[in-house]
Structures are given as structure tokens and as C-alpha cells.
């Protein structure tokens, strides 16, 4: 079962999905994550491993929050729980004081891999969780036109999946998640799997999302100038238990152009997380 199939339906089993689709959701300027004391550890045959260990990250509204590490470090791992597709099994989430104990509307998320629904349009596409929620097909029509404006996939509404580039397959997977509603968008990776130029465009593409809808994002990457770019906080993670390592706030302009690459704070950040990540990669 693809994984955007997955969520969907955890969502729709989810008691969480039957809140009704609240157009101020997005643009309330809620959803801080709360993430206390949490711990996992996977059962793997005879022994447990533990992938993860005290993990205490706390998330204001509208905060742009990145996490960097080296692989396996356990970073899916965190975000799915905070998605509430993965138990804890110590500690807990919150979502302005609400506990996580399930995927819910609350909280889209958007991975690397394209989980569109091949069979459908780009628009129907975006609409199906607004569908599955039983909104009337004049309010998800609305819907999905502010989503296909606000990620410029206008001229594409009709398309299907396999008709589109790479670039533009993740800004549906993005329109999608939003058109629930959610007050978190949660990304692992998303860009990962996009050429260097097309990437660059999504950043940007995603800030402008971000200073529309007002949501917050807990964003996964282990790109380093994609983390400085987008942030306003970088939180690093280490291996063997998962854990946190250091936190960078990042005091760059609030506008994010291409200049502000060039900016010393930007080269400052990136040499010491280039650093500190190869030091923890040896
Ligand atoms: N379902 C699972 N069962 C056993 N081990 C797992 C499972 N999921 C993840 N792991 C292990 O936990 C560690 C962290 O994985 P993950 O969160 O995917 O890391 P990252 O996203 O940082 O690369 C890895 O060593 C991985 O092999
Ligand atoms: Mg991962």
C-alpha cells in the first residue's frame, strides 16, 4: 500500500478526521508541537534498538523549525510519531495541548517519494481528503483552487500524475496536504529526489506557502543549505540513540531571496553544521 494511501486511510479511521474542515485552521496562526521525553525503541528480533532517546523539542505557531543529521539518525522516526503514524514509546506530542494518538487533519504531511493518486487529476487529487471529510463539491472546488493558485499548479488542474515534472508532482503532494486544513505540515525530505535547480525553486516556493498560510513546519532534510535557507531554527540530531544534539537559531532576514546565500550568517551557519555533521559522521 503506497503510503499516501496509508495516511489517508488512518486519517479517515482516525475519530480526529471527523473535526470539520475549518477554513481558519490554516490561517489561525495556531499549532505549536509540544515534544516531550520522547523515546522508541524497535523490536528487532532477540534485542531492541534503540532508535531514539529524550527527545524534548518544543514549536511555536507558524514556526519554520528544520531537523539535520546523518542518516538513521532517526529523524523519520521522529516525525512520524509526531504524525501519529508511529507510537512512542516513551514520552509524548502535543498539538496546541491536544495529545497525538493518531494521524489527524490537524497535521499534513508531505514525503519525498510522489504519493499522488495516479488515477486521479491533480485537482481531484487535492480534493480527496476535503472529499473524504464529506465537504459539498462547491466548498472543495474553492479549495482547490486557492491550493492551485497558492502553489501555481493552475493550468495543470487537469492533468494527471504521470503527466507532470518531479518539481511540480511535490507541489500537488503539497496543495493536497494543505487543503485539509492542517495547522503543522510535516516534511521528510520532500525535495530530496529533485534535480539542484528545480529544488532551489521549491524552497522558495514553499516560503511563500509558509508566509500565506501561516502553518507551521517541522521540516526534515540533510541538506545543509536547504536547512539555513528555509529556517528560522535548525535542530541537530546525532546517532546512537537518536537524539539532539545543538540548536541553531537562524538570524537571517526575514526575506529569503537568493542573496541572502551569499550572507555571512548563512556561510557562518553553514560551516559550523558542515562541521559539527562530519564530525558525527565519522
Ligand atoms: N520499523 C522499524 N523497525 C526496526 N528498526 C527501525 C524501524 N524504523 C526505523 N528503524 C531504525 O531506526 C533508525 C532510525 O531510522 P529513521 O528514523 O528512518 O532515520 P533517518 O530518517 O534519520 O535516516 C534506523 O537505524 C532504522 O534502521
Ligand atoms: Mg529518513
Not at 490561517?27 to 524497535?42: D, N
Not at 493558485?149 to 503539497?174: C, D
Not at 535542530?235 to 531571496?257: D, F, Q, S
Request: charged content about 25%; some cysteine; proline content about 4%.
Amino acid at each position: 500500500m503506497s503510503k499516501a494511501i496509508e495516511v489517508v486511510e488512518k486519517m479517515a479511521d482516525n475519530a480526529q478526521a471527523a473535526i470539520k474542515y475549518d477554513k481558519g485552521a490554516a490561517s489561525g496562526g495556531l499549532g505549536s508541537i509540544s515534544i516531550q521525553g520522547i523515546g522508541k525503541s524497535f523490536a528487532t528480533g532477540k534485542t531492541t534498538f534503540r532508535a531514539l532517546e529524550n527527545i524534548d523539542l518544543e514549536i511555536g505557531a507558524n514556526e519554520f523549525v528544520t531537523i539535520v543529521g546523518p542518516s538513521g539518525c532517526g529523524k523519520s522516526t521522529l516525525l512520524r510519531i509526531v504524525a501519529g503514524l508511529e507510537e512512542a514509546s516513551e514520552g509524548d506530542v502535543g498539538v496546541d495541548g491536544d495529545l497525538v494518538v493518531g494521524p489527524g487533519a490537524d497535521r499534513g504531511m508531505v514525503f519525498q517519494g510522489y504519493t499522488l493518486f495516479p488515477w486521479l487529476t491533480v485537482r481531484q487529487n487535492i480534493e480527496y481528503g476535503p472529499k473524504l471529510k464529506g465537504i459539498s463539491i462547491l466548498e472543495r472546488r474553492a479549495i482547490s483552487n486557492r491550493y492551485l493558485r497558492i502553489t501555481r499548479l493552475e493550468s495543470f488542474a487537469n492533468r494527471f500524475p504521470k503527466q507532470l515534472s518531479g518539481g511540480m508532482k511535490q507541489r500537488v503532494a503539497i496543495a493536497r496536504a494543505l487543503a485539509n486544513g492542517p495547522k503543522v505540515l510535516l516534511m521528510d525530505e520532500p525535495f530530496g529526489a529533485l534535480d539542484a535547480q528545480t529544488k532551489l525553486e521549491m524552497q522558495e516556493a514553499l516560503l511563500d506557502v509558509w508566509e500565506k498560510e501561516k502553518t507551521t513546519v517541522l521540516f526534515i532534510t540533510h541538506d545543509i543549505d536547504e536547512a539555513i535557507f528555509l529556517s528560522q531554527r535548525i535542530v541537530v540530531m546525532g546517532a546512537g540513540p537518536g537524539r539532539i544534539l545543538k540548536e541553531y537559531p537562524v538570524t537571517l532576514p526575514a526575506e529569503r531571496t537568493s542573496e541572502v546565500r551569499e550572507h555571512p550568517e548563512f556561510l557562518k551557519l553553514r560551516r559550523e553544521l558542515t562541521a559539527l555533521l562530519k564530525h558525527k559522521e565519522e
